[in-house]
């Protein structure tokens, strides 16, 4: 069983940093992609960064030179530089993920519990 935990969330000051894991644990197969999900109070599931096998990045454009996606081996990370009271929010992780032969790959996908982003002075 696949098992999807984020780590690294907290509070922080406007302008400062966070660097969020997201460990897949029991991965059979190989990940396809990582995203980076976030839901403040009262809105909708947003996604703030994706990395799919063999493409480039993509971010939300709110956080676009700001944060940076990347995947080692079965851990995702999500560095968070220059902090800003709008990013505080629930931040997700998603893991995508296929195995079998590829005559019947089967494809699969498990979200984490979640942590929490607080950016406040």
């Known amino acids: 069983q696949v098992q999807v935990v984020e780590s690294g969330g907290g509070l922080v000051q406007p302008g400062g940093s966070l660097r969020l894991s997201c460990d897949a644990f029991?991965?059979?197969?190989?990940?396809?992609?990582v995203g980076w999900y976030r839901q403040a109070p009262g809105k909708e599931r947003e996604l703030v960064a994706g990395?799919?096998?063999?493409?480039s990045p993509n971010y939300l454009d709110s956080v676009k030179g700001r944060f940076t996606i990347w995947r080692d081996k079965n851990t995702a990370f999500l560095q968070m530089n220059n902090l800003k009271p709008d990013d505080t929010a629930v931040y997700y992780c998603n893991v995508e993920y296929s195995w079998g032969p590829v005559e019947r790959v089967r494809r699969d996908n498990r979200w984490g519990q979640g942590t929490q982003v607080t950016v406040s002075s």
């Open positions: 029991g991965m059979v197969g190989s990940i396809d992609a």
């Open positions: 990395l799919r096998r063999g493409d």
